[in-house]
């Protein structure tokens, strides 16, 4: 069984994107692998954060991961923070990866495009760094993410490559997965923007309660004509409600452009509504099951178990590999 690794970072509150991008489809792999999910609360503390709202934040996508399906028997769910291998190991592979390549990286623009120089910390520009450090660390060949995370993983194999050219088969290569329809849920308010939980523009928030959810899909932003058809370039906002009711209800494009042929837009709209009510008032009510028990700590702890057995072995060998003298 392969290992499968990814994880959120609890900068702020989940989004549909989010949901779509990446916790449905843990979800959905998780029977045909050994997943480790986290939450990349480290990578959380690479822009300024209210430390309650960070602690708050990382048991919340404890328990949406839950309420989603994921079941703790097989996945493994673990804060990124309790196994101390994820730090060590980054402290060893900031070696191989360049500051050239880390400055390119987009992610890195887009962040700090509206920082001072003199602001921006040193963990902002090694992110890339902690985050090949969290997927080797698990042995894991398979990487579900958003499309926006595939350059991070692409470093990743880089990196791979070339600790491997020099110290022999030493690490696993990873490759990214996106799903196919919706790997970047846009902002309802701008259909060109990618919806993020920390730039709070067009947003669904998973925290949302049903009213405002259908509210904010009536008022999403549409496009010149009245025809429900799948073109990004010239129906960006119809395109971007197209893929949320295809992630939700499994239609094809076509389908979904045949079903609404002949009607408006405020047609289709009531349907990506109620679809995506349907999907998420279960799903609410067991993450408010969840997060008033116990149940959250309980999986983390043995997450932490689990997880910390994996990666103490790769940090070892990664250790005796690049030369550091380890003791029995
Ligand atoms: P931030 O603004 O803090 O970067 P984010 O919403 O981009 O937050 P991340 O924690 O960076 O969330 O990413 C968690 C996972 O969700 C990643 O796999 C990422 O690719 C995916 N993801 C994030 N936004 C979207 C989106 N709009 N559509 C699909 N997937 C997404
Ligand atoms: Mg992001």
Do not use: C
Request: charged residues 25%; positive net charge; hydrophobic residues 40%.
């Amino acid at each position: 069984m392969a290992r499968i690794l990814s994880g959120i970072k609890p900068t702020g509150q989940l989004t549909l994107g989010n949901y779509i991008g990446a916790i449905k489809n843990f979800a959905r792999v998780q029977h045909d692998g050994e997943p480790f999910i986290f939450i990349a609360d480290l990578h959380a503390l690479t822009l300024p954060i209210d430390p309650k709202t960070l602690r708050n934040n990382s048991r919340d996508i404890a328990a949406y991961y839950l309420a989603a399906g994921l079941d703790p028997k097989t996945t493994t769910i673990f804060l990124q923070s309790s196994v101390h291998e994820h730090s060590e190991l980054a402290i060893i592979l900031q070696n191989y990866l360049y500051m050239g390549e880390l400055s390119r990286m987009t992610q890195y623009k887009d962040k700090t495009q509206k920082m001072d120089n003199n602001a921006i910390g040193l963990g902002l520009f090694a992110y890339p760094v902690l985050m090949a450090a969290d997927i080797v660390l698990y042995d894991a060949p398979r990487i579900p993410v958003g499309e926006d995370q595939v350059q991070h993983v692409e470093l990743a194999r880089d990196l791979v490559k070339r600790f491997n050219n020099r110290y022999g088969d030493v690490l696993v290569m990873p490759k990214a997965e996106v799903t196919k329809v919706g790997k970047r849920i846009m902002s309802l308010s701008d259909p060109t923007k990618k919806m993020s939980k920390s730039d709070p523009k067009g947003d669904i928030y998973l925290s949302d309660d049903l009213k405002t959810m259908r509210k904010k899909i009536m008022s999403a932003v549409t496009d010149l004509g009245h025809e429900v058809k799948y073109d990004v370039v010239n129906k960006p906002g119809i395109s971007n409600l197209m893929t949320i009711y295809s992630a939700l209800t499994n239609k094809t494009m076509e389908e979904i452009e045949q079903e609404f042929a002949n009607k408006g837009y405020g047609d289709f709209k009531r349907s990506v509504a109620d679809a995506l009510i349907n999907e998420m008032e279960p799903f609410k009510a067991r993450y408010e099951q969840i997060i008033n028990s116990g149940i959250v700590d309980e999986v983390l702890k043995e997450g932490q178990i689990r997880a910390s057995k994996a990666a103490k072995e790769t940090l070892k060998r990664v250790q005796q590999a690049v030369g550091l003298y380890t003791l029995k």
